[in-house]
């Protein structure tokens, strides 16, 4: 019988990572070996997974030894020099950080959008998007296959765990410090009590701060940008038009978005409601008249991303706008890239299959191994040879 595939979880210890180990207690068990892995600092503590206690490994290259597939969700400087590392193990590596994500080498894939992108990893790499694109990538996606997408305006209320622990821990402290107060009422008084804004631009608790990522061109954050890029990448249409205006409000975990999408034929709520109401990792929720639509707090711990308040636009017969919620440690990270790692688990047992059949048939399996993983040749690999890879917003952050 055909081995299970191994893997390696590359920052287990973060506040994405045990989302992800979660999620391997709960998903079919299609994996054999687990390793778990974080930072030095980390190393030697425990963490469950499957029902069982494992010793988290500090980092290095022997960890890759025997490993098929590697989830990295480390800060984007981590994975772009370790990425390269382990694809030169023959390691398939999907990378949750910025670092590869705009490289033409490297397919950026949602399961439920792009998922024979998955095969094009000439690099040995597959990304996995930031969380605000992963919020409305799947929605959008199906409406685009319907009608044909032009244009997006987005705008963006991003949690404060898209900053990992230290968002959550910073605005914890900030509630604290206003609680049972009357600050919020004059101009600054919020400044005045929180000195420190943590991670954030500006104080968060009591507030709403239009700043994510940091400063590009043009008065652009990169997380805007991000948004830009990734859904022209993922979609296939490179001149697609897009805007948007990323906000942090002061909600633990959960991203929403408003989203005007303008397509290149006429729309209706009712056809796009059927059209959401079966798109893949989409959860249709919305009834106004009933006080049915999504709130981040509603979505937090859920698989899909939930849509409400759709409506075509008062003077557009081509346009929609929607609001979408998906929580940014589990939808907008831990579970795309575990889905991503699944289909590369098929691909290897499928390989498998071949190898076997053509073994038993005494026919040599052209450019598989014994255990039915395809070996990648990558260029440029170790540490040098990632240099020059692209970058994206908030590092190994959930966004």
Same mark, same amino acid.
């Given at each position: 019988?055909?081995?299970? $595939?191994?893997?390696? +979880?590359? %920052? ?12 391997? !207690? ?7 070996? *687990? ?12 963490? +469950? ?14 960890? =890759? ?57 000439? /690099?040995? *790499?597959?990304? !996995?998007?930031? !969380? ?58 919020? /400044? ?16 709403? +701060? ?23 990448? *993922?979609?296939?249409?490179? %001149? ?22 303008? =397509? ?23 009834? $106004?008249?009933?006080?049915? =639509?999504?709130? $981040? ?11 409400? /308040? ?12 929607? =609001? ?37 048939? %005494? ?37």
């Amino acid at each position: 019988m055909t081995r299970r $595939p191994n893997l390696a +979880v590359v %920052g287990a210890t973060g506040a994405v990572g045990e989302v992800l180990l979660g999620l391997l !207690s709960l998903r079919q068990d299609i994996w054999g070996e *687990i390793r778990l892995a974080a930072s030095p600092r980390s190393a030697g503590r425990k963490a +469950v997974v499957r029902g069982e206690s494992v010793e988290v490994l500090p980092l290095s290259e022997e960890l =890759f030894d025997g490993v098929d597939v590697a989830l990295f969700d480390v800060p984007e400087q981590i994975a772009a020099r370790w990425a390269p590392i382990a694809a030169a193990k023959g390691v398939v590596v999907v990378d949750n950080s910025g670092a590869f994500r705009l490289d033409d080498a490297v397919p950026l894939v949602v399961p439920e959008v792009n998922a024979a992108a998955v095969r094009m990893r000439s /690099r040995g *790499i597959v990304a !996995s998007p930031d !969380s605000t694109t992963l919020t409305m990538i799947a929605a959008i996606g199906a409406l685009h296959a319907e009608y044909g997408l032009e244009s997006l305006v987005v705008a963006s209320y991003q949690a404060a765990s898209g900053l990992g622990r230290d968002g959550t821990d910073a605005l914890r402290a900030q509630l604290a410090q206003v609680a049972g107060t009357e600050v919020g009422e004059q101009t600054g008084d919020l /400044r005045a009590v929180i000195a420190d804004h943590g991670p954030f631009a500006a104080p968060l608790a009591l507030n709403a +701060v239009p700043w994510a990522g940091v400063l590009t061109d043009g008065g652009w954050s990169s997380e805007e940008r991000t948004v830009r890029d990734e859904s022209r990448k *993922i979609l296939g249409l490179p %001149g697609l038009k897009v805007s948007a205006t990323c906000v942090r409000i002061p909600v633990v975990r959960t991203h929403a978005l408003a989203v005007h999408a303008v =397509f290149e034929r006429e729309v209706t709520q009712e056809h796009a409601h059927e059209i959401l109401r079966d798109a893949p990792g989409v959860l249709l929720y919305d009834d $106004p008249a009933a006080g049915e =639509f999504p709130t $981040p707090n509603d979505v937090v711990g859920t698989d899909p991303v939930w849509v409400g /308040r759709l409506r075509r636009a008062l003077d557009d017969p081509n346009a929609l706008d929607v =609001f979408l919620c998906g929580d940014n440690l589990r939808r907008g990270a831990a579970l795309n890239a575990l889905q991503i790692a699944e289909l590369v688990a098929r691909e290897i047992a499928d390989r498998a299959t071949a190898a076997d059949d053509a073994e038993a048939n %005494g026919v040599e399996a052209n450019g598989v191994e014994a255990n039915g993983v395809e070996r990648f040749r990558v260029e440029g690999s170790g540490a040098a040879g990632a240099e020059g890879a692209g970058t994206g917003a908030d590092g190994g952050a959930a966004g």
